[in-house]
């Protein structure tokens, strides 16, 4: 396990998450998560995840979403390994996180 000096962890706003970072959302989600079941729309296939769905599902609002990126030091720099979108809804005493 990379010790805590060799992980960067980054709070993004949604108005701050640029095209280049959601692509490399999208390719460690692409690659790393999910499998389709025995009843899903392509059985055995990766579940894909576009950078349209991604702003559409999980930054819909710019107020309450956000993302949470894991980023590990490498040779040549810092390479995404994980990552939460995160969005607050506001109740009448206080406020619920949906992590997703």
């Known amino acids: 396990m990379p010790s805590p000096r060799e992980v960067k962890i980054t709070v993004w706003g949604a108005?701050?998450?640029n095209e280049q970072l959601l692509i490399t959302c999208s390719k460690l989600f692409n690659e790393n998560y999910g499998v389709w079941g025995k009843l899903g729309i392509r059985p055995?296939?990766?579940?894909?995840?576009?950078l349209?769905?991604?702003r559409c599902q999980y930054l819909f609002d710019t107020e309450t979403c956000s993302l949470i990126t894991a980023e590990k030091k490498t040779?040549?720099?810092f390479e995404l390994v994980a990552q939460a979108f995160v969005?607050?809804?506001p109740f009448l005493h206080g406020k619920s996180h949906q992590y997703f």
């Open 15 to 17: 108005e701050t998450i």
């Open 44 to 50: 055995g296939m990766p579940v894909l995840l576009s």
């Open 52 to 54: 349209g769905r991604l």
């Open 75 to 77: 040779s040549t720099g």
């Open 87 to 89: 969005c607050t809804f």
